[in-house]
């Protein structure tokens, strides 16, 4: 099979989901999601309904991106990024590399002693899938909160390094699985950058039987309503 025939993915191997941003109010009063990053995925936000904005880190400091209906806003791997809900903020989210964020790719701002090992990290930010939706909301809630802590410790840092060692043990949490990464990767992002390139060359070669090939999809939500870090989310199975 070539890659052109095997690749049946959302376009450019991205994962789609609509997020109903939390409106819980932290301790510091802001309402909104949980600060993470991500190791290897650009993320996008098309805002649709409310207004908000994204809180972001960086090496190049701390700067604030209001979120209103049209906007468009995005960020590379290592952007540590807080979403905040002004009121009821909607967004279609576009991530890269289709299906690594839910396998990890996304790591939490936790405190340090819990970034010590998986086993460790897991216990603080997994929600048990089998709770009843209170137990959920209240986990979510929680790990929100744990996470905002090392957030602000890392905003009030003095200096680069705690940023940097955050980065690296958040590196280092997910080592474990790189090689599942690298196969969904394999399978989604490269396979559509592959599906491409072959039909380039089969175009350059005046061959348009790839054409005949074509297929239209649709697809409603495989879930509703999960507790995503950043709020509530509707995902897509092709995704």
Request: aromatic share 8%.
């Amino acid at each position: 099979m070539s890659a052109a025939e095997g690749f049946a993915g959302l376009p450019g191997g991205v994962a789609v989901s609509h997020l109903s941003v939390y409106d819980w109010p932290a301790d510091d009063g802001v309402c909104g999601g949980t600060p993470h990053l991500h190791l290897t995925c650009s993320e996008a936000y098309v805002v649709t309904g409310g207004r908000g904005a994204v809180q972001t880190l960086t090496t190049s400091g701390y700067e604030v991106t209001p979120l209103a209906p049209g906007t468009v806003a995005w960020f590379t791997p290592g952007t540590i990024h807080r979403l905040v809900n002004e009121d009821e903020l909607r967004i279609t989210v576009l991530m890269q590399n289709s299906g690594l964020p839910e396998a990890g790719d996304a790591v939490l701002t936790l405190p340090p002693k819990y970034l010590t090992d998986p086993e460790t990290y897991a216990a603080a930010t997994v929600i048990p899938a089998d709770a009843p939706e209170e137990e959920k909301e209240r986990f979510a809630r929680a790990r929100r909160d744990l996470a905002l802590e090392g957030y602000r410790a890392l905003r009030e840092a003095d200096g680069p390094e705690p940023l940097a060692a955050f980065q690296r043990a958040a590196a280092e949490l997910v080592r474990p699985r790189l090689g599942e990464w690298r196969e969904r990767w394999r399978r989604g992002a490269e396979a559509a950058a592959a599906a491409t390139g072959e039909q380039l060359d089969r175009l350059e070669r005046g061959d348009v039987s790839h054409l005949a090939d074509a297929v239209v999809r649709a697809e409603q939500p495989s879930a509703y309503g999960k507790f995503g870090m950043c709020g509530r989310l509707d995902v897509y199975r092709g995704a």
